[in-house]
């Protein structure tokens, strides 16, 4: 163990000092400028706050969520924000059939679109044991996985025809092992695979569109505190910087942002590197007493 520490010690080191140090492309709100936008998952949390700059870089927005008075707030203060435009549509992503009918929207509102950006998640009841609820499992997959790929598939004849941009919002859950979230976190892998794989199509097919994959963190969202804040042993990160790192991200069609950049970053080096230990690091960050069986 004494020499594997001498040696493992200092490549860590070394890794995440080129990783940290590496200049990342400089982003400038001009980019975005009149750029038409769709926003899921925006009625609160990291997409009310994307939708907030977005609006003040004075995009065309179309956010959708479950909650229509919800909706209804942040498109009026995106037009006071700024926004080019701002128009929602209300309903639930566990209606196979309703992605497309965003994409419809934003088809005959704007006839193309260049960024869908894809946050919503479907409530997966809290940390807890797998308990064998299967059919949790299969509602999960199509809110948090099934409609990703729907809105995808058809709103890529306008992305491609506007050389546009997926932002894809998950998680850390879905790059290394997290007890407690089995059926959570086998939707984010699922995430992780396919847009990974459609990227490297994309590149193959010449298809200039890019692809973004957001791997975050523990954020201050109100849905994210109330779910793990009794179990996680760590202080959640700014919402309103994360959605603007997402953003920036998008704009500059990076392969991928994890956020906070050192925690996340650190995790997937370790995930390679020593599988196990960090195993054991997320293990210990869990407060298991409050962890009802």
């Known amino acids: 163990m004494g020499l594997f520490l001498k040696i493992f010690i200092p490549f860590l080191g070394g890794a995440l000092a080129f990783y940290f140090n590496s200049a990342p492309q400089s982003f400038n709100e001009e980019m ?28 065309h927005l179309l956010l959708t969520a479950r909650t229509e008075a919800k909706l209804q ?37 704007w006839g193309g679109l260049d960024m869908l950006i894809l946050n919503h998640i479907g409530s997966s009841g809290g940390f807890g044991f797998f308990n064998g609820n299967v059919g949790q499992v299969r509602r999960l997959m199509e809110t948090n996985f099934l409609s990703y790929v729907a809105m995808t598939t058809a709103a890529l004849p306008m992305l491609k025809e506007s050389e546009g941009s997926i932002v894809v ?35 193959m097919d010449k298809v200039n569109v890019s692809i973004t994959l957001c791997v975050l963190g523990y954020i201050n969202t ?50 390679g590197i020593a599988p196990e230990f960090l195993d054991y690091i997320i293990r210990s960050s869990y407060n298991m007493e409050n962890v009802k069986r």
């Not at 038409?36 to 949390?45: E, H, K, L, Y």
Request: charged share 25%; net charge positive; aromatic share 6%.
């Open 32 to 59: 975005l400028r009149g750029k038409r936008v769709i926003v899921t998952g925006a009625s609160s949390g990291i997409g009310e706050q994307m939708a907030y700059h977005l609006a003040r870089m004075e995009t």
């Open 73 to 109: 707030k942040v498109v009026e203060r995106c037009l006071e924000l700024g926004a080019a435009s701002a128009h929602y549509i209300s309903g639930s992503m566990e209606d196979p059939s309703f992605p497309e009918v965003v994409v419809k929207e934003a088809e005959n509102t």
């Open 169 to 203: 919002v998950s998680s850390m859950a879905g790059k290394t092992s997290s007890p407690l979230s089995a059926s959570y976190s086998a939707t984010k892998f699922a995430l992780d695979g396919f847009f990974s794989s459609l990227r490297q199509e994309f590149i």
């Open 222 to 271: 109100e849905s994210a505190v109330r779910a793990v804040s009794h179990v996680i042993r760590a202080t959640p990160a700014p919402k309103e910087e994360c959605a603007l790192e997402i953003i920036k991200a998008g704009a500059l069609r990076q392969r991928e942002l994890h956020y906070p950049r050192w925690v996340m970053g650190s995790m997937v080096l370790l995930r």
